[in-house]
């Protein structure tokens, strides 16, 4: 499967994104899909996760009640929705899919497949 992902930007502190993640393919809906960032001198890390249905999502302490993921299995698309942005935050974006046994994956190796990245600044 190929991801294309799109919806970055630069925004001021306190303001908002959504994140786009296209993908290809007709078996869209059997990948559980992840979000990961990457700032400047920094390890990858773990944004957020959800399963193949979008039934399940988990996120990491730093974005939780912030950010949100969905998905829409007919429009072979996950969205990263993300509110109340800190300068914190700015980061290359990456949508990630894996097909596999378990509901959520979180560790960046678990996945198989990667978009290209998206970057988001947030001012302060």
């Known amino acids: 499967v190929q991801l294309q992902a799109s919806g970055g930007g630069v925004v001021q502190a306190g303001g908002s994104l959504r994140l786009s993640c296209a993908a290809s393919g007709r078996t869209f809906s059997a990948y559980a899909m992840g979000w990961f960032r990457q700032a400047p001198g920094k390890e990858r890390e773990f944004v957020a996760a959800i399963n193949w249905s979008g039934g399940i999502t988990y996120y990491s302490d730093s974005v939780k009640g912030r950010f949100s993921t969905s998905r829409d299995n007919a429009e072979n698309t996950v969205y990263l929705q993300m509110n109340s942005l800190k300068p914190e935050d700015t980061a290359v974006y990456y949508c990630?899919?894996?097909?596999?046994?378990?509901?959520?994956?979180?560790?960046?190796?678990?996945?198989?497949?990667w978009g290209q990245g998206t970057q988001v600044t947030v001012s302060s």
């Open positions: 990630a899919a894996v097909k596999g046994t378990m509901e959520i994956y979180i560790s960046d190796i678990a996945y198989e497949y």
